[in-house]
């Protein structure tokens, strides 16, 4: 039984992705997950403030429910499905160990950064609101985040995607080979 | 009756983003790192079936369920907006080690600081839509 608890590889991940796609389209949506983000300023109010929120959010209840789902799911995966132990490449976690991640290779998630005795750490607490807000700010900007440009737009062949996903990685190796050093080093 | 075909989609999605570990820190920063296959063979094999499975919806004009159209409409065209709009949003993939999707995921999953995350995503897409109309887009 010990291989329910293994990560599935990449090649079941990736096409169950897609079929998760296809799903949605077939059921007349856009795979999109970060939509439910501005759908949730809407409901809070946020169209008094700015045009963007007003909206008929009520178009986009199914994919909250979709979103209510996938916290369920993750319920499910991290207490039925998984030994919650994420492998790494020996090397990058070597250099993580170097910037005071020690939980590598024993926890699903950095215990240095997402424990929540981290919280009393302004520093953590910074790194969590500002990765946030970045996230946030960023997907609308960019008109959608991973699922909608990584996965649906690129499928779609859409250049914009492509020029997203490459302001991703721009970002993101920014973040990692410039600005970790500053944070954790 | 349609409600919950999306949970139990969601619910799928969440095991999914789950187990496939594209929804843990390490294997972001891995994956920024170019350390392993692992993510780039997941966006890889999702975007090689999404491509023919997409074209093949087009070539033969396949209509969703109830016969309306499916959603593949084109994005606006725009460089400035997708390159620095993609790259604040790749600042912060590669900081909170978590995109969208995977955040609601690690909520359930009982990880109370992602709901930190999702508060600063939440003022993120605010001020976004404060800011809208003067930005480049």
Known sequence: MEFIYEPWPWYVSGPL????????LFLGKQFGMSSNLRTAC?????????????FDWKSQRWN????????????IAANYLSNNKVKINEDVALKLNSYGIESTQQAYLPT?????ESLSDPKVLAILIVGGFLVGFGARYAGG???????SGLSNLQLPSLIAVIGFFIGGLV???????LIFG | MKSIIYLIVGVFFGILMYKSEAASWFRIYEMFEFGAFHMYGIIGSALFLGVIGTSLIKKFDIKALGGQEMQLKPKDKSIARYLVG?????LGWALAGACPGPMYVLAGSGYVSILIVI????????????LKNKLPH
């Open chain 2, 119 to 130: 508060g600063g995503a939440l003022l993120g897409t605010f001020v976004y839509g404060v």
């Open chain 1, 17 to 24: 992705i897609a079929l998760t796609m296809f799903v949605l």
């Open chain 1, 42 to 54: 809407a409901i809070g109010g946020a169209g008094k403030v700015s045009d963007f929120f007003k």
């Open chain 1, 64 to 75: 909250l429910i979709l979103v209510l789902g996938s916290v369920i799911g993750g319920f």
């Open chain 1, 112 to 116: 240095e950064i997402f424990s929540t």
């Open chain 2, 86 to 90: 993609g790259t604040i949003f790749g």
């Open chain 1, 145 to 151: 985040c991973t699922s909608g440009h990584a996965i």
């Open chain 1, 175 to 181: 973040m990692i080979n410039f600005i970790y050093p």
